[in-house]
């Protein structure tokens, strides 16, 4: 590295925290997803207008201590971007995925300080890595570490060119999960009706929650898919429906898991049927070897 971070870069601005596993081209290939014209100088990426992300610098041992940087990070990438917050504190029944709500609570980032900060917590759920929210967002506060679960929300979508209609797509949901109970809502959908989307629905069993699969043309594309893609594409959206909403049990984490696996063969076997791309749900492509359950 050829960088080291400063503790008032540390302190001062939103980070990206990644262990020395994660390598800079990681990050850039993750960014050139969602931002196809991103221009670099050096260590510095131009993610917009005003915003630009910096690493990965180096972070010591004492500016670990002095930022409260947990010893796992190697290092980071310094988010400058201008501070946009909402002029009240979060509603209490705001509850965000990531509790970003507890870490701004004199108000939430808005505009171009959101978009930053969601994309530091889509790259650190990618990674495996953490974001850390900068000392002004709560001045005297001790808690500033978000590190997204990159399992807790299974879902993968792929668009295609081609649509598969439900009784193509039915073997292959068999295939890969022969014990499922599968109900296929265009089988409601009388015959002279255009049929514009529907849904597999497949339970997976007492407590094991529900798979759903949903087919709908979509215009409106993630950036990676939109730069190869000659006009709409058919969304094989693939997401898992816990019965048990407490995610904090181990029985739902069991059950998530096998979801997760579950939904990485289906969406493999989507993708070999039609050609498709697949993506998660922060809009980073999936290659093939990622999808293997």
Known sequence: ??????????????????????????VDVLLSNVLPRLAADGGTRKLSRYSTLTGPLEITESAAEQA?????????????????????????????????????????????????VDLLIALAR???????????????????????????????????QYWITSDLLLPLIEEVIPEGQVVDTSA???????????????????????????????????????????????????RWHADDEDDSSRQHRRMRNTAGSIIGDLAAAVVDATGGTAVDRDGFLLADHQLEG
């Not at 929210?133 to 500033?144: L, V, W, Y």
């Not at 798979?211 to 993630?222: K, N, Q, R, S, W």
């Open 188 to 238: 409601d959908v009388p015959e002279d009706q255009e049929l514009d989307g529907y849904s597999l629905d497949i339970d997976l069993g007492e407590g094991r929650g529900l798979i759903e699969l949903g087919v709908m043309v979509e215009t409106a594309l993630p950036t990676i898919v939109e730069r190869f893609a000659d006009g709409p594409q058919t969304a094989y959206s693939i």
């Open 1 to 26: 590295m050829s960088q080291t971070a400063d503790v008032e870069t540390l302190r001062n601005q939103h980070l990206l925290l990644v262990d020395d596993t994660v390598l800079d081209s990681d």
């Open 68 to 116: 409260q940087i947990p010893s796992v990070f190697a290092a980071a990438y310094a988010l400058s971007t201008p501070r946009e917050r909402e002029p009240e504190a979060p509603p209490e029944w705001f509850v965000h995925s990531e509790g970003i709500e507890k870490l701004f609570p004199a108000g939430l980032p808005m505009r171009e300080e959101e978009r930053g």
């Open 126 to 160: 990618r990674l495996h890595a953490a974001v850390r929210i900068a000392d002004d967002a709560e001045p005297g506060g001790h808690e500033r570490i978000i590190v997204p679960d990159p399992d807790a929300h299974p879902e993968i979508t792929v668009y295609s």
